[in-house]
C-alpha cells in the first residue's frame, strides 16, 4: 500500500492556472500507475488524468485535454497535475489514486482500477 498526500489546491480565478502535487511513501513508487481525479458537490468521482509508471502513456478526461497535464517524477515519488485555462466546473476536490501496474505500459482510468487514494484537495473557481 502507498500513502499519498495531494498539496497545491486554492483558489483562483476563471482563465488562471494550478499545479497539483501528489507525493507518495513507498519505495516501490517506479510501479505505481498513477491517476488524478475529481470529485465535484453532488457528483460522481470521475477521471481526469492518468499516467503509466514509465511516465510515457498518458491518458486524459476530454474535459482535460488541451488545458490540463499530468507528470510524474520518480526520483521525488510525486505525481503532478499542471491545470491552465480553469472554468468554473472545473471546481471539485480533485484526488490522486495509485495502483500496482501489472505493466510499464499501463494506464487506469476509472476509480475500481485503483487501490490506494489520498484525502484530496479543493480546486475553486468562482463563476
Known amino acids: 500500500q502507498v500513502q499519498l498526500v495531494e498539496s497545491g489546491g486554492g483558489l483562483v480565478q476563471a482563465g488562471g492556472s494550478l499545479r497539483l502535487s501528489c507525493a507518495a511513501s513507498?519505495?516501490?513508487?517506479?510501479?505505481?500507475?498513477m491517476g488524478w481525479f475529481r470529485q465535484a458537490p453532488g457528483k460522481e468521482r470521475e477521471f481526469v488524468a492518468g499516467i503509466s509508471w514509465n511516465g510515457i502513456n498518458i491518458k486524459y478526461a476530454d474535459s482535460a485535454k488541451d488545458r490540463f497535464t499530468i507528470s510524474r517524477d520518480n526520483a521525488k515519488n510525486t505525481v503532478y497535475l499542471q491545470m491552465n485555462s480553469l472554468k468554473p466546473e472545473d471546481t471539485a476536490v480533485y484526488y490522486c489514486?495509485?495502483?500496482?501496474?501489472?505493466?510499464?505500459?499501463?494506464?487506469?482510468?476509472?476509480?475500481?482500477?485503483?487501490?490506494?487514494w489520498g484525502q484530496g484537495t479543493q480546486v475553486t473557481v468562482p463563476s
Open positions: 513507498g519505495r516501490t513508487f517506479t510501479r505505481y500507475v
Open positions: 489514486a495509485a495502483t500496482v501496474s501489472p505493466s510499464y505500459s499501463y494506464v487506469a482510468a476509472t476509480t475500481g482500477e485503483y487501490r490506494d
